[in-house]
């Protein structure tokens, strides 16, 4: 069971950028997945998530407006996109995985729930 996040870059304030978290080794479909960040000597946050069937999911307040998570269990990934970014936004993102129910709408906010992490994507935005 892996799972790889990507399209982490720099960009500057105001871009965009399309984070994308692939698995192996198992199919997404069956798992609620997570986008979670750490800044530098801050504590890791989430940051969106989704439910296994895609019907429902979340967004932090320092996010919402701007940031899309959408999944295609048929090419075993799930899309973070990215814009209007902010030198805030600046941050190694994480994408987790847990499993749950086939097509459930539960969702999962918080990172002590997630049983599958991916090694971390470096999103930098410049001022």
């Known amino acids: 069971v892996q799972l790889q996040a990507y399209g982490g870059g720099l960009v500057q304030a105001g871009g965009s950028l399309r984070l994308s978290c692939a698995a192996s080794?198992?199919?997404?479909?069956?798992?609620?997945i997570g986008w979670f960040r750490q800044a530098p000597g801050k504590e890791r946050e989430g940051v969106s998530c989704?439910?296994?069937?895609?019907?429902?999911?979340y967004y932090a307040d320092s996010v919402k407006g701007r940031f899309t998570i959408s999944r295609d269990n048929a090419k075993n990934t799930v899309y973070l996109l990215m814009n209007s970014l902010k030198p805030e936004d600046t941050a190694v993102y994480y994408c987790?995985?847990?499993?749950?129910?086939?097509?459930?709408?539960?969702?999962?906010?918080?990172?002590?729930?997630?049983?599958?992490w991916g090694q971390g994507t470096l999103v930098t935005v410049s001022s």
């Open positions: 987790a995985a847990r499993p749950t129910p086939y097509f459930s709408g539960s969702y999962y906010p918080n990172d002590y729930e997630y049983d599958y």
């Open positions: 989704i439910s296994s069937s895609g019907g429902s999911t």
């Open positions: 080794g198992f199919t997404l479909d069956h798992y609620a």
